[in-house]
């Protein structure tokens, strides 16, 4: 563990040890469109995509992380994005059931990994959830979008399923169709988001639960800057996201800028990638 304390705030910033699942981007390609960033008629390069992957996944691991990787499955391109594939919170897998046809199959395919890898509680849902893509996890919250994949009703089911507080949030800009497009954690009580992605109720709420929130401009958001991840130190993000980078570093975060452009052609960046496993 490392400490730093920020200028700003006073804050001591400890990076603490994580576990995340990745998922290999072998079978990544951009076929269908199923958000606006998904142009299949651009061409992915493959190889580039894979080392851009690699580069964040030592990454972690230079800063002590844990990485599982699960298998990749040839004919799911999007599978690469292990944020989508379930929610664990304490252990427990509440998996995840796609809105698109064409990624449903990726949903069994993460509940698959986790009843293998010793998760002895899962749950398989009822409605439409796309996992950490629309639920995260801060303090003893879910934060939980809807509006453009996840069912409503999901929040109440995760609800009752993890029995933690779920709040939920309407995202309104289909370019910021997850949660983790518009928002992130950055600790137990601190997170950055994108006013505009939200409805007007929901910014309230926002402005009510953390009002010294990092706001992000709409620069921040279009080049994907809030798609980031945080151990409570280092805020792995979009490197063209310089503005966010300048104001994390003002709190005492360390911005570490990540080139994942390749994975940006299917509307994905660091924390799409990324799947935390809470233990
Ligand atoms: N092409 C994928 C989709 O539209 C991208 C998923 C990005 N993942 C995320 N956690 N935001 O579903």
Redesign the pocket.
Known sequence: MTDRVSAQSGRRRTAIPRRFLMCRPEFYDVRYS??PW?HPEKPVDDALALSQWETLRDLYRDLGHTVQEIDPIPGLP?MV?A??GATVLDGKVFAARFR?VE?TAEGPAYLDWFRQHGYEETHWPEYIN?G??DYLSVGRRLLAGTGFRTDPRSHAEAQEFFGVPVTSLRLVNPSY??L??ALSVLSEDEVMYYPAAFSEGSQAVLRELFPDAVLATHEDAAVFGL?ALSDGRHVLLPEAATHLAKELAARGFEPIGVDLTELLK???SV??CTLELRD
């Open positions: 199923i958000n998904m999007d994005f944020a989508n698109h990624r796309e950490e893509g169709y997850h983790d497009t798609n299917a509307g994905g924390k799409c």
